[in-house]
């Protein structure tokens, strides 16, 4: 049976109705993932759980071993990954404690995360025209009706630096370009994800909206852990209708992301290099 994997952002750190059966501390050759993966079972699904920032919030977004965080899953099984963000919104309509299943990305960062597990002698160039799984984010989005949520199917996400917030100037910018939302972390995992032929989809739980709205406001943190603790019964809400509705057989192009997207011939790439990577190029290279 495959494995369903959460990432829970900010405010996030436990599920609900899940019963665990272990935490795992997992090495990767990328070092170590944020925290512990809680490894449990909800109605019949296998969840593996990690918090993003660890379970006290102590990394920052440009701290996060993302490399890690990705890997540990594609080696504890999971083919599935459901990344819960907190996010800034760019639009009036798109209002805090709404929902957004976003589907597109912009890199606003300073390439301060490592986002690909090629390089050092081997290349790999994925198809990312579309970043996230249809399959999995069309389950999200019902799962989130289900619910009763304001939920909007579709969206820009900008991956934004950090750790401060906005310049009102950068957020009118943002916006001018037709954005939708913005947060801290979910480019890299995403792109992660796809090199390792995991299907992954973004939930936006929005908390503000930003820096460009002109009534004088103040985005504050304050105002943001506000909405966070609302969003929080919403997200467990959502990650239950969604468990209960996702099967088990994968049909997306997701599982099948490096079929010839690799480059490099097998005979020049290093055997440590095979052997560091075997559990994501090994399907490909032997």
Same mark, same amino acid.
């Given at each position: 049976?495959?494995?369903?994997?959460?990432?829970?952002?900010?405010?996030?750190?436990?599920? !609900?109705?899940?019963?665990?059966?272990?935490?795992?501390?997992?090495?990767?050759?990328?070092?170590?993932?944020?925290?512990?993966?809680?490894?449990?079972?909800?109605?019949?699904?296998?969840? +593996?759980?990690?918090?993003?920032?660890?379970?006290? =919030?102590?990394?920052?977004?440009?701290? $996060?071993?993302?490399?890690?965080?990705?890997?540990?899953?594609?080696? $504890?099984?999971?083919?599935?990954?459901?990344?819960?963000?907190?996010?800034?919104?760019?639009?009036?309509?798109?209002?805090?404690?709404? +929902?957004?299943?976003?589907?597109?990305?912009?890199?606003?960062?300073?390439?301060?995360?490592?986002?690909?597990?090629?390089?050092?002698?081997?290349? %790999? =160039?994925?198809?990312?025209? !579309?970043?996230?799984?249809?399959?999995?984010?069309?389950?999200?989005?019902?799962?989130?009706?289900?619910?009763?949520?304001?939920?909007?199917?579709?969206?820009?996400?900008?991956?934004? !630096?950090?750790?401060?917030?906005?310049?009102?100037?950068?957020?009118?910018?943002?916006?001018?370009?037709?954005?939708?939302?913005?947060?801290?972390?979910?480019?890299? !995992?995403?792109?992660?994800?796809?090199?390792?032929?995991?299907?992954?989809?973004?939930?936006?739980?929005?908390?503000?909206?930003? %820096?460009?709205?002109?009534?004088?406001?103040?985005?504050?943190?304050?105002?943001?852990?506000?909405?966070?603790?609302?969003?929080?019964?919403?997200?467990?809400?959502? +990650?239950?209708?969604? +468990?209960?509705?996702?099967?088990?057989?994968?049909?997306?192009?997701?599982?099948?992301?490096?079929?010839?997207?690799?480059?490099?011939?097998?005979?020049?790439?290093?055997?440590?290099?095979?052997?560091?990577?075997?559990?994501?190029?090994?399907?490909?290279?032997?």
């Amino acid at each position: 049976m495959s494995r369903i994997g959460i990432i829970g952002g900010s405010g996030l750190y436990d599920i !609900e109705g899940l019963r665990v059966i272990k935490k795992e501390k997992v090495k990767t050759p990328f070092g170590d993932p944020s925290d512990e993966f809680t490894l449990g079972q909800y109605e019949d699904k296998e969840i +593996i759980f990690l918090p993003r920032h660890d379970r006290a =919030h102590k990394i920052m977004p440009s701290e $996060l071993n993302y490399r890690a965080n990705i890997f540990g899953m594609k080696k $504890l099984g999971v083919e599935r990954i459901i990344s819960l963000s907190a996010c800034g919104s760019f639009k009036e309509e798109l209002k805090p404690r709404d +929902i957004v299943i976003v589907d597109q990305f912009v890199d606003r960062t300073n390439q301060a995360r490592v986002s690909t597990f090629f390089g050092d002698g081997i290349v %790999a =160039h994925v198809a990312f025209g !579309e970043p996230v799984c249809p399959e999995l984010s069309l389950v999200l989005y019902d799962a989130a009706k289900k619910t009763g949520a304001d939920v909007h199917k579709g969206g820009t996400y900008v991956n934004m !630096e950090g750790p401060a917030f906005s310049t009102k100037a950068e957020s009118l910018l943002y916006k001018s370009w037709g954005m939708d939302v913005i947060g801290m972390t979910n480019m890299p !995992e995403a792109r992660l994800s796809r090199e390792a032929e995991i299907c992954y989809s973004t939930v936006c739980f929005i908390t503000d909206y930003d %820096a460009w709205r002109q009534t004088g406001e103040v985005v504050t943190l304050e105002m943001i852990i506000g909405n966070l603790k609302k969003n929080v019964d919403n997200a467990k809400k959502l +990650i239950k209708a969604a +468990i209960s509705m996702m099967g088990d057989e994968r049909k997306c192009a997701c599982k099948d992301a490096l079929k010839g997207a690799i480059i490099t011939r097998p005979e020049v790439i290093s055997s440590d290099v095979k052997k560091r990577l075997k559990m994501i190029i090994g399907k490909y290279v032997k």
